[in-house]
């Protein structure tokens, strides 16, 4: 056995075992993201066959609030409107708007749907809020944090304020507010200023499937290449030392 492990080409036998490695690590990690995506469908699909809650009924509920349905009525700050950086419609780069609506007391962050950006990345586009928002629909999202993307936006006064990320705590440092901890994304089209499209699984489960058997059969191919290209190589080395 000895003897066999010093024959092993050590580059080869080195790098196929990383890339074995670094494959099935790749195949596990698309699954799991396939499992957790298919847990968040059904999480939706029971969601959506719940009544609309408010705001009240938000406060005293006990289970996951996320993706359930709301309906909220109140004022808005028109003065400070946030743009979240970076979203993309149809292939066009633009803007999520985010502004704060007060229901009894009660500072809900809202997103009002996407916006386009214009040709110059300095300029942003003009956009206008009701004074009110009456009855509008939306869902809970809970944000997080990407401990990977640096936030550009400061705290001075300067409005609409572009952003990089919605970091509950930096919002509510910037506007001085206490905010509830969660978004409500409206989704209903009543408003041509902006386009909403709720979307909160863009690639379903069985695509990350997919992926994860792609993965698990590039290892699996790498290893059996690397053993018949050992396995002939070593039946050379074995001849030529019987001559």
């Known amino acids: ?58 406060k005293f509920y006990q289970g996951d609030i996320q993706d359930l349905p709301i309906v909220i009525s109140g004022t808005l700050n028109r003065a400070h409107i946030l743009l979240l950086d970076n979203q993309i419609h149809q292939g066009r780069p633009g803007f999520g708007v985010l502004g704060i609506a007060n229901s009894d007391g009660q500072n809900v962050l809202v997103n009002f749907g996407w916006v386009a950006g214009k040709r110059v990345r300095t300029e942003l586009p003009t956009v206008a809020l009701p004074n009110t928002v009456s009855g509008a629909l939306g869902r809970i999202v809970l944000p997080s944090n990407n401990p990977l993307i640096t936030e550009t936006a400061t705290l001075d006064a300067e409005w609409p304020k572009v952003i990089q990320q919605i970091d509950m705590r930096f919002i509510e440092q910037v506007l001085q507010v206490k905010l509830e901890p969660f978004l409500l994304t409206l989704t209903e089209n009543n408003n041509p200023q902006f386009v909403r499209k709720w979307q909160p699984v863009v690639m379903p489960p069985e695509k990350h499937y997919a992926y994860a058997v792609q993965w698990l059969g590039l290892g699996i191919a790498a290893f059996f290449v690397y053993f018949f290209a050992l396995r002939n190589r070593l039946k050379k080395v074995s001849n030529e030392e019987h001559q």
Do not use: D, H, Y
Request: net charge positive; charged share 15%.
């Open 1 to 58: 056995m000895l003897r066999l492990i010093k024959r092993l080409p050590v580059v080869s036998t080195l790098v196929t075992l990383c890339a074995v490695v670094i494959m099935f690590a790749l195949a596990n990690w698309q699954l799991q993201r396939g499992l957790n995506k298919a847990q968040r469908v059904a999480s939706i699909a029971a969601a959506s066959s719940r009544e609309t809650f408010t705001l009240e009924q938000i």
